[in-house]
């Protein structure tokens, strides 16, 4: 209870009273009561003097007697309203007088209390406007509050939209009817929009890209969800920039699909070094290869003139050269041909070829290989014909040759391997199968990459240069068709890979 009422006492202490009446006794003993109650207070003998002090001082509550020589109560109520309408101002009035009572309270008094009045009344009246006040700053504060936070938002809404305008990526936001909702200065910019393009259009209006915008569209329309990652797309625009861009579908509380995100960001810089890269190599390549040529010749002139010429002469050495000057020879056909793939020379015009007849070429060819370690070497195919499939029958031969070349070469002696070759849709799928060293998982992702190899105790005398797979990925893409990998260490590998039977490029 002592807790209680301090409490109480410690709250009043803001709240400042004024009593105006003409009777001392009334004046100082309400001052007593009311102090004791825990506020501060101050006395007035006239209405006039009671408006001198609120004019100086600020007060939260009146006790105001209406019946004093001078300024009439009325009036006296009148000038304090004036003053500050937020006072409450309690009469003090006679019984007669009760008609002026209510009077008062619709001229904006708070409350009144008749005279004479007891203590305890008093001290019920004062709580009451104390109450009201304490309710009153609570309110108040509230208001504040709600409005700071308000201020708060507009503010977060402010800073998050300056990032937008000054992020150097580019951001397009659409709805779930592929409507565009937010483009910042970024995208507008690399998509070479006018600047006074509005949003609200369909995604169409700003990607000429037909693929793009397609995909756009279905992202934002949820088609995608399931799609853990759709990858980069590249758009060239009218200025020849390269745009690399990633769309993410937007997704709401019940991941439901609210729309799509896109992220543009300007590689042509990025392309350029690269074209640069490949012409490098490209270069340093060709020189190198006719004065390697002549010296692998030469060392094979030396080499077979001197069994008898020269019988002292280090064969061994001489051998080797002339071996490592051929696996420099064909690094630098790969990096060749790499370089051309990426300028997309070696990739012809697509033409009908039937692919199980190419790949019995193929097996034919490389059978005798397979034979030195006596391997079985098949092909599989189905008894009908099968469709055509669209794509350089050059390029074929290298995807095929390469694939079915590291076969025999990660196979053991005696080992198996199988080329199927069978309808997929409007694919054609031709799957690799040994049953040789196989692949770690961890390296999978890696042997696509230029000069990467496995590196273990099988592989480690066979040679080669790292660039046969990257060749053959480059050259699917370039003609619509993919690979995919599956193998286990002892078990085997398995590369399949799909061709299209139909014009796609
Ligand atoms: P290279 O054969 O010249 O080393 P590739 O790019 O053709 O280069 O292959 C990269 C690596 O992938 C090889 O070094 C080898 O470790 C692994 N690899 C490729 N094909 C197979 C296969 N059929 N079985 C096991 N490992 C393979």
Redesign the pocket.
């Known amino acids: 209870a002592t807790t209680e009422r301090r409490t109480v006492k410690e709250t009043n202490k803001t709240i400042r009273v004024l009593v105006v009446d003409d009777e001392r006794d009334i004046r100082d003993g309400s001052q007593r009561i009311i102090e004791r109650l825990g506020f501060e207070v101050e006395v007035a003998e006239r209405g006039s003097e009671a408006l001198k002090r609120l004019k100086q001082k600020q007060f939260s509550i009146v006790l105001l007697d209406l019946k004093m020589p001078g300024m009439d109560g009325m009036e006296v109520l009148a000038r304090i309203r004036e003053i500050d309408s937020s006072i409450l101002v309690i009469v003090i009035t006679g019984f007669a007088t009760v008609e002026t009572a209510i009077e008062a309270m619709k001229q904006g008094a708070y409350d009144f209390i008749p005279k004479p009045f007891e203590p305890d009344q008093l001290r019920i009246v004062v709580n009451r406007a104390a109450e009201k006040i304490a309710i009153t700053h609570e309110a108040q504060r509230l208001a504040r509050e709600r409005q700071r936070t308000l201020i708060d938002l507009d503010t977060e809404k402010s800073r998050l939209s300056t990032i937008l305008q000054s992020l150097p990526d580019g951001v397009i936001v659409t709805n779930s009817q592929a409507k565009v909702v937010l483009i910042n200065p970024a995208a507008r910019q690399m998509l070479e929009l006018p600047d006074d393009m509005d949003t609200g259009l369909e995604i169409g209006a700003y990607i000429a890209d037909e693929k793009i915008h397609r995909l756009i569209a279905e992202i934002s329309q949820g088609k995608h969800i399931d799609y853990d990652d759709i990858g980069p797309q590249e758009i060239e625009t009218d200025q020849q920039r390269f745009l690399l861009l990633k769309v993410q579908p937007v997704l709401g509380e019940r991941n439901e699909c609210l729309g799509g995100v896109v992220n543009l960001v300007d590689v042509t810089d990025l392309k350029v070094i690269d074209r640069l890269r490949s012409e490098f190599v490209a270069k340093v390549s060709h020189e190198l290869r006719s004065p390697l040529s002549t010296i692998h010749e030469q060392l094979a002139v030396v080499l077979r003139d001197s069994v008898n010429a020269a019988p002292d002469l280090n064969q061994g050495i001489l051998t080797r050269a002339k071996e490592k000057t051929h696996s420099l020879i064909s690094l630098i056909s790969d990096l060749l041909d790499l370089s051309r793939i990426e300028e997309g020379v070696i990739c012809r015009e697509p033409q009908p070829v039937q692919l199980e007849t190419l790949l019995e070429d193929i097996i034919n060819f490389l059978k005798a290989r397979a034979e030195i370690k006596k391997q079985h070497l098949v092909l599989t195919r189905p008894e009908t014909p099968l469709p055509p499939v669209q794509a350089d029958p050059l390029a074929l031969e290298s995807i095929f040759g390469?694939l079915i070349t590291?076969?025999i070469?990660?196979t053991q002696q005696g080992g198996n391997i199988e080329v199927r070759v069978e309808p997929a849709g409007i694919n054609l799928q031709v799957k690799v199968i040994?049953n040789?060293?196989?692949?770690e998982e961890r390296h999978l992702s890696d042997?696509f990459k230029r000069f990467?190899?496995?590196k273990n105790d099988q592989?480690r005398f066979i040679t080669?240069?790292?660039?046969?797979?990257?060749i053959v990925k480059q050259l699917l893409e370039a003609s619509g068709g993919m690979i995919d990998v599956e193998?286990s260490p002892g078990t085997g590998?398995t590369?399949s890979v799909l061709i299209p039977t139909q014009n796609t490029v």
């Open positions: 390469n590291n076969a070469n990660y040994d040789g060293f196989g692949i042997i990467y190899r496995v592989t080669g240069t790292g660039l046969g797979l990257p193998s590998s590369f």
